[in-house]
Nanobody, 123 residues
């Protein structure tokens, strides 16, 4: 079992930046894949980015070249750096851990979830 605690987020104007963090505790020695997802009001949860155990990263087309997912193994933390934010990025963002070290772009594949954090981008 691993527990995920998110921090960061908030409100920013379009073009600004925010950083989301996801701190893992519990069974952190296991090789997890990590993902970030988001859910806007009235919409389904959608894939944003993922980082597999080997360090390979994958991004949704909508955030490619603007968002960066990274991992700090010493701190057991996964971060999502979001730059050049747009109003359409407004959503609740969730971090997730997958017992499969390869990971997936599908939310149902993930085993553990953070509590979610609101990101609001104003125009």
């Amino acid at each position: 079992q691993v527990q995920l605690a998110q921090s960061g987020g908030g409100e920013v104007q379009a073009g600004g930046s925010l950083r989301l963090s996801c701190a893992a505790s519990g069974r952190t020695s296991r090789r997890y894949a990590w993902g970030w997802f988001r859910q806007a009001p009235g919409k389904e949860r959608e894939f944003v980015a993922r980082l597999d155990w080997s360090g390979s990263t994958y991004y949704a087309d909508s955030v490619k070249d603007r968002f960066t997912i990274s991992r700090d193994n010493a701190k057991n933390t996964v971060t999502l750096q979001m730059n050049s934010l747009k109003p359409e990025d407004t959503a609740v963002y969730y971090c997730a851990a997958d017992n499969d070290p390869v990971g997936s772009n599908w939310s149902f594949r993930y085993d553990y979830w953070g509590q979610g954090t609101q990101v609001t981008v104003s125009s």
